[in-house]
């Protein structure tokens, strides 16, 4: 797989869950937090849901808002912690 | 599920809480030993010293304690939720070095809440100041658990535009701990005012470096107290259904045992269901916890909202059904009624929760 097939697929896995809650699409560039909806509890949700599925481990300054508003900052998050698994 | 409170701490615990709960103070030894054996955050993990418990086996246990003594297993919570804190918060180097004394006797408090930030984060004024290779801490915290006995304190402020925890040495120049006179619950827990007045630690206490929002920092921490809670709950729950059953088998009024009078009959199945019911909501979030499942998050708040709720209410059912040997201010019972009510408060009140319930019910239909 290439690296934009990754992304892709770390996206579409990402837009996925958050539309199976949704009960409908999600633009990747949709800001989560504009719409009202990104409160610190559905944060938590998507931080545990981005580590049980991607093997990654969000703690210390990742833990900002600003990393789950998106789908797009979600999955450059993500690229990054498995880019540097060493925060595990 | 094995039961991982050794007999020695059983006894001790059922023979010795009323005394600690009218003393306002728990052996500071009997905390240093629990804490040795990992029991006080159990679910720390082997590789740092701890037992490395899952959510539902550190839940048994926390019952188990919280049934025979309330004040101590608010110290669990609070020792725990540091823990928990150090381990999601703190970086690898960080966890390495807090989290085996944490394992190693060394006790733990989370100073959260102020005079104008309870629910309301927001208010938080606490201040984490860096300077060169240190910060500078200073503010007012009400309410810290187990404040009194803690050799560290993990503080929740503000720090370079954003937010941070910060471990503090209790010992360290700046820190004054002021304990809260007559709690109305978990009298012996140890509960404190905390002042920091331009206290300085290194840099390299700020759990993770900090930036992150304040609001997200809390919620992780709360997220293990809330478990913790609730499990207490379910002990509150078991120690009111025992007192009540056997009281109510005993005590004759009318020519038989009063659990033969059907309103007091009522009474018992009210308290079973109560215990059945925060048992299983408990068991739920504590699973979903253990497979790592997004639902984590909001089941937590759900077992501890009823939790607390039916704890509380059978605190006052238990001293109905017990009447005049419920009454005095001390035994099971009587802890049972003064501790649930702090529970419906702590970590998230009842009114916090049910907004946090009403807008997950909303959230999950709003996604764009």
Known sequence: MTTDQAVDSVASTISSYLETKAGGPVAHDADLAAAGVLTSMVAMEIVVFLESTFGVSIVGRDLKLDNFRTVDSMVALVTRLRENPDNA | MPDTLPAEYETVLADQADAWDAAGALPHDLLRELGKRGLLCAQVPTVHGGLGLGSGANGELTAHVGALCGSTRSVMTSQGMAAWAIQRLGDPEQRA?????????????????????GSDLSGVATEITPDGDTVVV????????????????????????????????TTAPGVTIEPVPTPLGCRAAGHAHVELDGVRVPAGNVLGGGGPSLALLV????????????????????????????????????????????LVARQLAELYVAERAATLACEHASGRWDARSPDMVMAGVLAKYSSARHAAAAGATAVQILASWGAADSGPVARAFRDAKLMEIIEGTNETCQLLLAEHALTTRSLP
Not at chain 2, 97 to 117: C, F, H, S, Y
Not at chain 2, 247 to 253: I, L, P
């Open chain 2, 97 to 117: 070095a807090l989290l085996p004394d944490l394992v190693g006797g060394q006790l733990a408090a989370v100073a959260m809440t102020e005079r104008d930030a």
């Open chain 2, 219 to 262: 919620t992780t921490a709360l997220a293990y107290g809330r478990m913790s809670v609730a499990w207490g709950c379910v002990g509150i729950l078991r120690a009111c259904l025992r007192a009540s059953t056997e009281h109510a088998a005993r005590r004759e009024q009318g020519g038989k045992p009063i659990a033969g009078h059907q």
């Open chain 2, 138 to 169: 200073t503010g007012a915290k009400r309410w810290t658990t187990a404040a009194t006995y803690a050799d560290l304190l993990v503080v929740f402020g503000r720090h370079a535009g954003g937010a941070a925890a910060v471990v503090v040495p």
